[in-house]
């Protein structure tokens, strides 16, 4: 048996989603590569919302985003249950809500709510909420009818069919509390009811009903639970109609001479035939699911198939008094109060059926006797309700009783309501019933958004959410830490109930727009939809993911979106496809770009330290033909989010410099040549007015130009030392493939192979020292200059420390070059002399003499020397114990030694030449 899979990714996601404090600070280097740049939008807090659309593919867009577009096969994503973590699969319903939400993102979400009839008779276009509700109706519907569609087996499927159930009901319970609290005008203080005594029962209800909230609300949830109860089951009803009522018993009873009035088993204590008794049970059963449906209407019919039309009548008193004065029509009882203490006494009677009693206890309220029928959570929330309702209605008649009549029809008092409830009270009620047989995870999160709703709660709901989802992901590392699967205990992260609850948080909010909600905690709705961003991530769907993240304010745009540009490794058309649907849905793609640079960056070398001074700094120039490590081009492949747009110059360079700094200063030189090859060879154009700048001293004025300029600068100085340290690596490498000799030494040598190779040194030498010498006699104080005069101080401590370490490396390199080559280029000391002469002037640019540049790091000779890794040192014949108490004066005296050493060769050398000539 497999092993379920272990929910990782899940946690991942959660970790990366769950909410930063608002005190915390990253202590890693640089939190942020473009965080103080005065030139960048990414820099400034944004709270404008941004523009959502609605998007197709259009013949306009890259051939990559068609294929984005073109994705529908269904995907599926782990994700926890009560009993550890399962496979979900991911349908086309999760496409097609997100669609019908752009296409009436424009539009109110919610009317006046209509029953069905009304909305096929206006023949008008649903509001978002009944399309939402629809779209849910038919899912079931599908699943309820085409059994083809098992996904894994029976419990699955009725498991899928129950979840699309109470959605379909939670959405028509939203579509008419959304419509009553938020569209229907109460007035603020209740006005005073009719004067006239002879007012009609339905008028004060009315008149109480259009004058307080909570009544009609109460009404609309009864209403609610009515219309989404279940059709009638199978044990509903009699088979067939009965041409006699009781016909078995009134046979046997002809016979014994006994009473056959509806009252006689009661009142005669004798039983019914089992026949009359079993039909009896079942129109019981049949005349309580009407009354739970609350289609009374079809009592009659059922009552007259049966042969009962007596019950009928006794269940129709509770029709409400009403005088149509236009009509001159009058309806309804005008003594409901006595029917009602007649339904109440039937109610109480515990020999009849209970199916009986529960259908005349639900006339009066009595709710004590309409439980023991009750099975589902919403049978126990109908029952309290139907109880709410009608006590609500009769302290209302009771405040205006009518006259008295002339002849009091009984003495006989009604039993008053001893019970009263508040919706509050009502769910606290039904949770404590279901507490002892707790209801599965799924059922108690579908309830606990509908208690929400009706308790007009929902602020607390989703305070409610985002407390859950944290504390489920604290318990679920934790019990990964012992290596076992951890089990969900929440359902509000089920991909189902969290696609619900975004779509109700995007109404929400659309509301709140529209003046017609206050809510506080924003921040709270925006979790839901980011962690249902995240699913769609995981899900593989990168459509859906734009279309949520675009609900979003910019800051958690920033959060979400670059979560699924991370976890792209496409080639770069493809991630840019990414950038393009982000665009379409009005996202500020540049910052979009920039935070998955940063977030990348600092999850790899901004965790690492820098050397605190060059003396910590290995470098070894060979390296640098070496393959860089698999990681590090990973790092390099993020730069490429900023390849997207030609006019993102500035930032690129800014990542370009990042990288290239921290690993020259980490001695990864492999890394620093991939960067070079890959970014740095051939690098974003630059505009008109920073390649016009050709000192950084010559901006003064220019803020956004002298960082711009700045930056550039770095990037060129930069990329000379990397080139240069490519070319000291090759001029090695060339220098050990010189063509050998056989016994009689050079006289053997193949003349044009040695021709060849001397020609590629002096060739190879050439480039070497152009660029070390151009690094050498760099503008790097320029550049450190500049960024102190815009306050970034830690840039200028991390070149001061490049510099220190790279440029004493660099004198000892040319050196090395020069010497090595002295016989093969001709002007090796020319060039040396220039160099010590260069790099000694007291005017030099670079801030001092050689002596003071060397003072700088005391290390670089003796290592070298130690190590024997130039045969310079070798030359010059130290010993390994002098070189540890050498200071740099002793250095640089060494050199003007070896320059003298080189003159003499030379001279000497040139009068050989010239003896021979005049011999000659």
């Known amino acids: 048996m497999q092993a379920p899979a272990t929910p990782q990714q899940f946690l991942r996601k959660l970790s990366r989603l769950a909410p930063t404090s608002a005190g915390s600070s990253s202590s890693s280097r640089n939190a942020s590569i473009f965080a103080e740049s005065p030139s960048n939008p990414a820099h400034q807090s944004t709270s404008s919302e941004t523009s959502q659309m609605h998007v197709e593919p259009t013949q306009t867009e890259s051939p990559a985003l068609r294929v984005l577009f073109s994705e529908s096969a269904p995907h599926q994503v782990e994700a926890l249950s009560e009993n550890g973590p399962q496979i979900v699969i991911m349908t086309d319903e999760y496409d097609i809500f997100a669609s019908e939400m752009d296409r009436r993102k424009n539009q109110l979400p919610i009317r006046e709510y209509r029953d069905e009839s009304s909305m096929e008779d206006e023949n008008m276009d649903l509001s978002l909420v009944e399309v939402y509700e629809q779209l849910a109706a038919d899912r079931f519907n599908v699943l309820s009818t085409d059994f083809q569609l098992k996904p894994l087996d029976q419990f699955a499927l009725d498991a899928e069919k129950q979840n699309w159930e109470l959605e379909r009901n939670t959405w028509n319970l939203v579509a008419r509390l959304f419509s009553l609290r ?10 005073l009811p009719p004067s006239n005594p002879y007012t009609s029962d339905l008028a004060l209800l009315n008149h109480h009903l259009n004058s307080s909230l909570q009544h009609s609300s109460d009404i609309a949830v009864l209403q609610w639970l009515q219309h989404t109860a279940p059709g009638p089951s199978l044990r509903e009803g009699p088979d067939e109609g009965r041409s006699r009522w009781w016909g078995s018993t009134v046979d046997k009873r002809r016979m014994g001479g006994a009473s056959l009035d509806p009252d006689a088993p009661l009142r005669e204590g004798l039983a019914l035939h089992s026949a009359d008794a079993t039909l009896d049970t079942k129109m019981n059963v049949a005349l309580f699911g009407m009354v739970r449906r609350g289609v009374l209407d079809q009592v009659d019919d059922m009552c007259s198939a049966q042969s009962a039309s007596w019950r009928a009548g006794s269940l129709a008193g509770g029709l409400i008094y009403s005088e149509e004065h236009e009509e001159m029509e009058v309806s309804g009882n005008r003594n409901r109060d006595l029917w009602k203490a007649m339904c109440w ?10 199916y009986e009693r529960a259908v005349y206890a639900s006339m009066c309220g009595d709710v004590q006797n309409i439980l023991p029928v009750c099975e589902t959570w919403e049978d126990h929330l109908w029952a309290y309700y139907t109880s709410l309702t009608e006590m609500t209605a009769t302290q209302v008649l009771r405040q205006h009783p009518l006259p008295p009549l002339p002849h009091p029809t009984s003495d006989f008092q009604t039993p008053v309501l001893l019970d009263p409830l508040t919706p509050t009270d009502i769910f606290d009620r039904v949770k404590r019933h279901f507490a002892e047989n707790p209801l599965p995870l799924s059922l108690r999160g579908w309830y606990r958004i509908q208690e929400c709703i009706i308790l007009n709660r929902l602020p607390e709901l989703f305070s409610e959410i985002a407390r859950e989802v944290s504390e489920e992901e604290e318990q679920a590392r934790r019990i990964l830490q012992t290596g076992q699967h951890p089990r969900a205990t929440t359902a509000y992260l089920h991909p189902h109930m969290l696609r619900f609850l975004s779509h109700l948080a995007l109404i929400v909010r659309q509301c709140v727009d529209a003046g017609l909600m206050q809510w506080d905690q924003l921040d709270d709705l925006e979790n839901v939809i980011l962690i249902y961003a995240g699913v769609m991530i995981k899900a593989n769907k990168p459509v859906l993911v734009a279309s949520y993240a675009s609900q979003l304010s910019a800051p958690l745009q920033r959060r979400i979106y670059p979560t699924l540009l991370e976890s792209i490794s496409k080639p770069a058309p493809i991630r840019h496809a990414y950038l393009e649907l982000a665009a379409k849905y009005g996202m500020d793609v540049k910052n979009l770009a920039q935070t998955v640079v940063v977030n990348g960056l600092q999850d790899t070398v901004g965790q690492r330290a820098l050397p605190a001074s060059a003396d910590e700094i290995d470098i070894r120039a060979d390296d640098i033909l070496r393959q860089a490590k698999d990681a590090d081009k990973s790092v390099v492949r993020l730069l490429e989010w900023l390849d997207w747009k030609a006019g993102w110059w500035a930032e690129k360079i800014e990542a370009i410099n990042y990288l290239m700094r921290y690993w020259l200063l980490q001695g990864n030189l492999p890394a620093t040549r991939h960067l070079l090859d890959t970014h740095v060879a051939k690098p974003p154009p630059l505009p008109t ?4 700048v050709d000192s950084l001293d010559s901006v003064t004025n220019d803020h956004k130009l002298l960082w711009e300029t700045t930056q550039a600068f770095e990037m060129a100085e930069e990329k000379i030392l990397v080139e240069g340290l490519v070319n000291l690596a090759e001029w090695r490498k060339k220098m050990t493939m010189r063509p050998k000799g056989g016994v009689r030494g050079m006289e053997l040598l193949e003349e044009n192979d040695l021709i060849r190779w001397k020609a590629e040194v002096v060739q190879s030498t050439a480039s070497v020292i152009e660029k070390l010498r151009s690094f050498v006699l760099t503008r790097f104080t320029e550049v450190e200059d500049a960024w102190r005069k815009l306050g970034q ?13 790279y ?46 540049v060397l003072k700088r790091n005391r290390t670089v000779a003796s290592r070298v020397s130690k190590t024997h890794q130039r045969p310079l040192f070798g030359e010059l014949g130290w010993s390994e114990a002098s070189n540890a108490e050498m200071t740099y004066w002793n250095i640089y005296e060494n050199w003007v030694r070896l320059f003298g050493t080189l003159r003499a060769e030379r001279s000497k050398r040139k009068g050989k030449a010239q003896g021979k000539g005049s011999t000659g």
């Open 689 to 692: 007015e920073v390649r016009r």
């Open 807 to 852: 440029l004493p490396e660099s004198i000892l390199w040319l050196l090395e070059v020069l010497y090595e080559v002295r016989e093969l280029y001709p002007t090796a000391l020319e060039e040396a002399n220039k160099l010590i002469e260069e790099v000694n002037s007291s005017n030099n640019e670079q801030g001092g003499s050689l002596a003071e």
């Open 793 to 805: 101080l830690g840039l200028v401590n991390e070149i001061g420390i490049l510099r220190d370490a």
């Open 182 to 191: 938020l569209l229907t005008n109460f007035p603020s203080e209740p006005p």
């Open 345 to 354: 006494e039937v109610a109480q009677e515990s020999t009849y059926d209970r």
